[in-house]
């Protein structure tokens, strides 16, 4: 008699575990869909892109008094080839990418353009936390571009706090 009420409240416990697993992994789906769709398409995010992730620490200063101004905005740095950031920042995925000065941008693209001197400094791996560092502790010359779009205020008030990193045409 024991082993069948054993047996009986096992496999209940079991039933019951399954089915709160599987509302627990629709839920769970159906966050990760809202956070990628708000990732996409939010308005409280800035998404920012680099050619070369060793620039993004130069932001810092930057990135620091941009977050005190406007706590309620996620900032998402990504990093990938010129052509790959172009087409990002052309579909509306990326709001501002940092290129080499000297890089080729499609003609199709309508954007706003600010010539920026920016530092590699090192980073440190994520799993293995070892630090990639720099040969080079030059300054370097980098293009920014962004939407031109009157809509914009998050990344017309980033770049607003990125005027110190700007290049006067001037000067070059």
């Known amino acids: 008699m024991q082993d069948v009420i054993l047996l009986v409240s096992t496999s209940a416990i079991f039933i019951f575990g399954y089915f709160m697993v599987k509302k627990l992994d629709a839920f769970l789906e159906?966050?990760?869909?809202?956070?990628?769709?708000?990732?996409?398409?939010?308005?409280?995010?800035l998404k920012i892109?680099?050619?070369?992730?060793?620039?993004?620490?130069?932001?810092?200063?930057?990135?620091?008094t941009y977050g005190k101004q406007h706590p309620d905005?996620?900032?998402h740095i990504f990093s990938g080839e010129d052509s790959e950031l172009c087409r990002e920042l052309e579909t509306h995925?990326?709001?501002?990418?940092f290129l080499p000065e000297n890089?080729?941008?499609s003609e199709k693209i309508h954007y706003n353009a600010?010539?920026?001197?920016?530092r590699c400094t090192p980073v440190v791996m994520k799993y293995a936390g070892l630090s990639?560092?720099?040969?080079?502790?030059?300054?370097?010359?980098?293009?920014?571009?962004?939407?031109?779009?009157k809509n914009t205020p998050v990344i017309d008030s980033f770049v607003g706090c990125m005027n110190r990193l700007?290049?006067?045409?001037s000067q070059m």
């Open 30 to 45: 159906n966050n990760w869909n809202e956070q990628e769709h708000a990732l996409i398409h939010g308005e409280n995010s």
């Open 132 to 149: 990639i560092e720099p040969i080079a502790q030059n300054h370097i010359t980098q293009k920014a571009l962004w939407r031109n779009s």
């Open 93 to 97: 995925k990326l709001d501002i990418i």
């Open 166 to 169: 700007a290049v006067n045409q």
């Open 103 to 105: 890089t080729a941008v």
């Open 73 to 75: 905005v996620f900032i």
């Open 114 to 118: 600010r010539i920026v001197i920016l």
């Open 49 to 64: 892109g680099f050619s070369n992730p060793l620039m993004a620490d130069s932001l810092s200063d930057v990135l620091e």
